[in-house]
């Protein structure tokens, strides 16, 4: 179709099509969210920081929103004007140095206010936790979960990996430690209504991802390292914590269970654990 | 590395024809209008330099890995084997035999360049056989790969830069069969220039490995 | 090969091997390299939808497919959970190392570099070939991991240790795995002879009058895209060397102390994985960006000669590229927010990686500005050219959420991940390949491809891209992890089932569409219509050769320019474009275009 210009039937269909299918994206593309908002969208959120990460999700939402509304517009309303009708020439413009300058501070504007607003909750998620906040220790294996409470000294005993043995120390804690008496290993995470919660979180084999959606936490569990990290559950109820890094054949059976309950009912299920 | 020659062409134009515009050229015959291309500079010796940049990326990477795991704690060093210094030595002055066929080729006198070119060979092997011989001392001593992270390093590194300088002495070869018998000074100093770009690059390389592994 | 007959006398000495297959022409390797690139991305959209197989109905008994992978699935025909990782793995390095680098830079940068700058091949013509001749080993040697004891490797295309470096820690990190490095470090040293030729290339072998400031945006981003990728490789391939002395040495680089896989106790003292993460990603990103800066430059001519007006805002475009280029050095940690990193840098790589949205916000509204009063041709070209925009724009949208850690932390390595990664990089820069492709098509093989066939192609990639990855988003803001065999464990995940269903039809219509693409590719190759030398009446030298160009490009003269690519619709002139070696005399250089309108560019030589 080497034809220039190309028959004028042809050039209507093109130009009909093209605009058609840039206004079909915006519709579908804000249907579709519509639809999405209701049936498949984020789990109710159960944390303090969660609110926070939730409504930073939110404006940013809002903001690239209408910007894929209005430049799609601005480009359906292009092609159905500056199609090739077959008579004329292109403006010979290439060069506005206003204009430009113009859309190059508008996203350096947005963008810095989207920083600005990120780097407070960024730093609210990694402030230094309440001096009230329990522990955890949460250790991912090849796969799943194994939690550790320091019981009532609040110490650790030491970990020793040649000691791991999956039936009677999954854990591999250290008997020679004495801090390791006290110490309750279980296999689901139990923790206490609006008290804050230090987790420390560690792997056994490979990297693993501590993932409760629910809380909007996420934190890496990589091997030789202990990383810690705060959240403040605000919801009772049972909750689902699942693997988000690649860990092998059985990432997605890596499930584990979350429990909210009061001081009370946590208090109760800790004494009855053996251990 | 740079073949001037292109036989899948078999013009009689060489690709590098537009480098070198002929005489003057109608430089200015409209606004705007001139020659582009610098130069002097030939392929090989920009190509030469490219080189040069992708393997210090390839060396940082390697290093700030080092410089990273050192501070980790474990780090048992082990021994210098004494041959380094010597091979150190080695290739400090092959740097300096080098520079001087660089300058023999923009001189244009052929049985320096062949002497001198022919010295930094020899040079070269004689580096890479005493970092042979480091090796063989360090196995002696039970100091293997996996010994510990610094053997590792030590074995990484030597290993790594070894075998970047077996394919400079491969370059310097090439260089002594085509640099004497090229027709003028220019055409000779295009192939002594890269290949002395790359092997003073090598020469200092070793210098920040070696101070690395064993000095800070 | 359609060309075969087309060439001069002068290659005719020749033997067809010399010619033909270890060829030294630019021309020759750049589409060998296209074709092999092509005949990958068979490879790696079938293994797409296997993918979205398993994703659309978990558990299912499919009977044919054990007849055509016997390893991968289990007698009742349900694909097995490592045969499903080892398939997300090499979809994911097959795609983007084996396609879309190779096809992009290797197969356009080829082709189109020496043609877009007069000369008559490339500075290093015989390290070109060598360049093309390391990547078919590299490949066999990546697919040979199908069939070997445990299969293709499991750790992903970012192949994290430990996983990657215990064999016990997954079938597919035996000897699949090392294969797999052993595959991109030859793979590696191709790109390096490439984009060390390009750089040369580009510097020294611009005709006479073609200044740095005028060259057309196409060659700008494969000279930017060069430096990108002789700067980044070399990182990955140094990790890649240390992490097969891991596996195969005993070394301790990346894996540390204390490690119990498969119930055993590893000897690795003291290693660091989070080393790995910082040497891949340091190559990882700005790999993205080798992949996207070629498209960019493809859009970019496309849009104004196809729109025939010029392309808006040329300085800034330039600027921008490397704009881009220097940043993307800058934003690896935005892949690891969440590894353990200190917050601290987390805020650092945030801000690098936002303000890196700031040049590509530049560059959209460039392409949108170049449409305003433009004469828009509605070839299959330009609808893939406007179709890169928008996928574009919606792709560097959804990295905003990305960029910011906190909204990360809830997102990251979830299904809204490989959501955006396959609007903003895969699927745009697909639609630059293939935009590229009917462009160019006529200049490579001297023929015309269908442009009815490519509207079709067209129409249904871009409503299958729209429909396939536009829901993937909703998926990850409900929380599905990528890489999940099934999602079927999980309570929170049981409602996205319909959802997945969508989306595995969409994908696969999307994965039917492509053989519109291919017939019509292949149709055109030999009974295309014939092309003359400029069909589309642009102003790049490559259109003042013949079409496809003769071994040399050029005739006894080399082309001289005078004045920049982009003088379509000039007030006055004759016709509505002015062919970059028209004489100043002839037409005079309009507005000042002819006069550097970058002339403040950082890279300006």
Known sequence: MAEIPAPARERRVGRLLATLIVVLIVIGGVGSFL??????????????????????????????????????????????????????????????????????????????TLVSMGAVVWAQVHSPPP????????????????????????VFGRIDPARISVKDNPMGL???????????????????????VRVRIRSKDVIHSFYIPAFRVKQDAVPGMTVEIWFTPTREGDYELACAQLCGVGHYIMRGKVKVESQDAFDTWLAQQSH | MAPTTTPTLELPRTPREPGRPAGGGPRGGGPGD??????SVSPARIGAWLLVAAITVLFAAFTSTYLVRRNAGDWPAVFLPPVLWLTTAVLLISSLT??????????????SLRRWLGITTVLGLVFLGGQLVAWRQLAASGVFMATNPHSAFFYLLTGAHGLHLAGGIGALIFALTKAPAAPTHAAALDVADPVATYWHFLDGLWLY???????? | MAVAHETTHEDHKLSWIRRYVFSQDHKIIGIQYLMTSLFMALIGGTLAMLIRMQQGWPGTQWGVAKFLFPGGFTGDGVLKPDFYLAVVTMHGTIMIFFVLTTALSGGFGNFLIPLTIGARDMAFPFLNMLSYWLYPPALVVLLASFFVAGGAPNAGWTSYPPLSAVPAAAPGSGLGQSLWLISIAILIVAFLFGSLNYITTVLQLRTRGLLMTRLPLITWAQFITAILMLLAFPVLLAAAVMLLFDRHAGTSFFVPTGLVVGGRLLTHQGGNPLLWQHLFWFLGHPE????????????????????????????AMVLSLCAIAFLSFLVWGHHMFVSGMNPLVGSAFMVTTLAIAIPSAVKTFNWVATLWRARIRFTSAMLFAIGFVSLFLTGGLTGIFLGSPAVDTYLHDTFFVVAHFHFVMASAALFGLFGGLYHWFPKMFGRMMNERLGRIHFWLTFVGIYATFFPMHFIGIAGEPRRYYSPQMYEFLRGLHPLNVFVSLAAFGLGLAQIIFVYNFLHSLFRGQKAESNPWHANTLEWQAPSPPPHGNWGAELPTVHRWPYDYSVPGAPDDFVPQTTPVTAVPVAGGAGDDPAGDSPEHA
């Open chain 1, 174 to 196: 250290d008997p020679a430690d004495p801090a390791s008496k006290s110490n309750i290993v279980t296999r689901d995470l139990h923790l206490v209504l609006a008290r804050p």
């Open chain 2, 209 to 216: 490995l070696f101070l690395i592994l064993y000095g800070i």
């Open chain 1, 35 to 112: 639809i999405a908002r209701g049936r498949w969208w984020m789990l109710p959120v159960a944390s303090v920081h969660g609110v926070e990460i939730d409504r930073l999700f939110n404006t940013t939402l809002v903001v690239t929103g209408i910007v894929f509304v209005l430049i799609h517009v601005v480009l359906a309303v292009f092609v159905w004007r500056y199609a090739d009708r077959g008579t004329g020439r292109a403006a010979y413009w290439h060069d506005d140095r206003t204009l430009e300058l113009t859309y190059t501070l508008i996203p350096a504007a947005v963008m810095i």
């Open chain 1, 131 to 154: 001096p009230d906040a329990m522990v955890v220790e949460a250790r991912g294996e090849q796969f799943g979960w194994l939690f550790r409470y320091p019981g009532k000294d609040g």
């Open chain 2, 98 to 111: 080098m520079e001087a066929a660089r300058r023999a080729a923009g001189r244009g006198t052929r049985a």
């Open chain 2, 34 to 39: 001139g020659s582009a291309v610098p130069s």
């Open chain 3, 288 to 315: 993205v960006y080798v992949l996207i800066l070629p498209p960019m430059g493809i859009v970019s001519e496309i849009l104004a000669v196809h729109g025939r007006k010029p392309i808006f805002g040329y300085g």
